[in-house]
């Protein structure tokens, strides 16, 4: 009867302690400074999250439309036929290269007055290159950067909710008057939580900002070589021009 009465307290007594290290008991135990630690590092990986969503639809729609883009607009300009390939380009207002060649076109037709061209007119239109590939870089690192900040700032939020379950857990030696587990398990578990949720908020987001940046690189290189083909494209109609 002694046994069984033993391993009927045992078992409660671990069927209590699973109970009580659940999140919902954990959450519970916690104390409002470590609940706002926990609070604002969901808050940040939901943000950073929204970022890699937004991110990596823009840049899908971009690649995918610069693939059609590319093709399309060379065969027009090949031909001749400017307004063709400002056409096409507003069809592909996603793709990152149409934006930057529709503005060098638009620039280059509208100081186009005559047969001949002018380097004033090429000049211009290698500016107007260059303030679309700002705006669309520009455009391709929206909400990045912070995905830097979360990734870099995360840890240490958890750091400051670790220092507040050590705190949590000397209060409760020193409540309990006792150096005993039960006295510190609390504040050792706001402890180890937070510090759990700043690495798992940090890494994705760090992860996610070299990916991200590593791909706008990859797009700036391609407006800067569509830049440099176009402005080869109006030099060999100045030349022929000239003839």
Not at 157 to 169: E, R
Not at 185 to 192: D, K, P, R
């Amino acid at each position: 009867m002694l046994g069984a009465k033993l391993v009927t307290l045992s078992l409660w007594l671990l069927q209590e302690e699973a109970a009580g290290w659940d999140p919902i008991s954990m959450w519970q135990r916690m104390g409002w400074p470590a609940r706002a630690v926990v609070i604002l590092m969901f808050v940040m990986s939901a943000w950073s999250i929204g970022v890699m969503i937004d991110r990596w639809i823009a840049f899908r729609a971009a690649r995918r439309q610069s693939r059609l883009f590319a093709p399309a607009v060379a065969g027009a300009l090949k031909d001749g036929k400017i307004d063709e390939a400002i056409a096409i380009a507003e069809q592909n207002k996603r793709s990152h290269l149409a934006k930057v060649v529709t503005a060098g076109l638009q620039e280059f037709q509208a100081h186009q007055a005559s047969a001949e061209i002018s380097g004033e007119t090429i000049e211009a239109s290698k500016r107007a290159l260059e303030r679309a590939s700002a705006i669309v870089h520009a455009e391709l690192k929206r909400g990045v950067s912070s995905l830097a900040t979360i990734g870099s700032t995360a840890p240490f939020v958890g750091l400051f909710g670790t220092v507040l379950g050590i705190i949590n857990a000397f209060h409760g030696i020193s409540t309990a008057k006792s150096t005993g587990l039960a006295a510190v398990a609390g504040g050792i578990a706001e402890a180890l939580v937070t510090t759990a949720i700043g690495l798992f908020v940090a890494v994705p987001a760090v992860w996610a900002f070299n990916y991200f940046s590593g791909r706008i690189e990859a797009f700036d290189v391609e407006m800067d070589n569509s830049s440099s083909e176009l402005i080869d494209y109006f030099l060999k109609r100045s030349s022929r021009g000239k003839k």
